[in-house]
T-cell receptor, first 115, second 114 residues
Framework: AQSVAQPEDQVNVAEGNPLTVKCTYS??????LFWYVQYPNRGLQFLLK??????LVKGSYGFEAEFNKSQTSFHLKKPSALVSDSALYFC?????????????FGAGTRLAVHP | DAGVIQSPRHEVTEMGQEVTLRCKPI?????LFWYRQTMMRGLELLIY????????DSGMPEDRFSAKMPNASFSTLKIQPSEPRDSAVYFC????????????FGQGTRLTVV
């Protein structure tokens, strides 16, 4: 069965510093990987995804993520954090096989960027 | 496009009452997902449809929960009878196909059962 782990409940970063939000996954075959962000009282917004190709993917608002197959990880990164980046971040995985597969989310990591 | 539209945004009901949540997916999207979000359990996939057909409902917690998708532009999630432990935010999401396509989420329905 596929699963996603986000080992940190919360990440605290000073504004201007780089940030990393961690994600590891487990699937039987190859994965499709996604990052979403949720602001208070809002739905989830898509940030970026990895399907195939370049292991470093770039997304919205200056975020990027690196796919590492050997470590089964897909960490979210940003070179310089903004206070407005403070939100709840979710990693998600779907198994890349034929047929219809579930989109499974991690528990979420709360990012707090301090001025 | 207006995005995924859910109604109502907020619902407060008494235990034992029937609750119906509604979702209009993005036009042209053929996959639809219902998720439930709580502090304790995070974001849980309840059921998903492809081309209006339920593909996997293994996440539906009990027989009190049912979901339908009578056409490509409308889906409902019904809870009957409702219980206080059903209180959560329920999200609908849609995507164009499966695989590497991302899902787009509605604003959610915050359900409170008292």
């Amino acid at each position: 069965a596929q699963s996603v782990a986000q080992p940190e409940d919360q990440v605290n970063v000073a504004e201007g510093n780089p940030l990393t939000v961690k994600c590891t996954y487990s699937v039987s075959g190859n994965p499709y990987l996604f990052w979403y962000v949720q602001y208070p009282n809002r739905g989830l917004q898509f940030l970026l995804k990895y399907i195939t190709g370049d292991n470093l993917v770039k997304g919205s608002y200056g975020f990027e993520a690196e796919f590492n197959k050997s470590q089964t990880s897909f960490h979210l990164k940003k070179p310089s954090a903004l206070v407005s980046d403070s939100a709840l971040y979710f990693c998600a995985v779907r198994e890349a096989t034929g047929g219809y597969n579930k989109l499974i989310f991690g528990a979420g990591t709360r990012l707090a960027v301090h001025p | 496009d207006a995005g995924v539209i859910q109604s109502p945004r907020h619902e407060v009901t008494e235990m034992g009452q029937e609750v119906t949540l509604r979702c209009k997916p993005i036009s042209g999207h053929n996959s639809l997902f219902w998720y439930r979000q709580t502090m304790m359990r995070g974001l849980e996939l309840l059921i998903y449809f492809n081309n209006n057909v339920p593909i996997d409902d293994s996440g539906m917690p009990e027989d009190r929960f049912s979901a339908k998708m009578p056409n490509a532009s409308f889906s409902t999630l019904k809870i009957q009878p409702s219980e206080p432990r059903d209180s959560a935010v329920y999200f609908c999401a849609s995507s164009l196909g499966q695989g590497g396509t991302e899902a787009f989420f509605g604003q959610g329905t915050r359900l409170t059962v008292v």
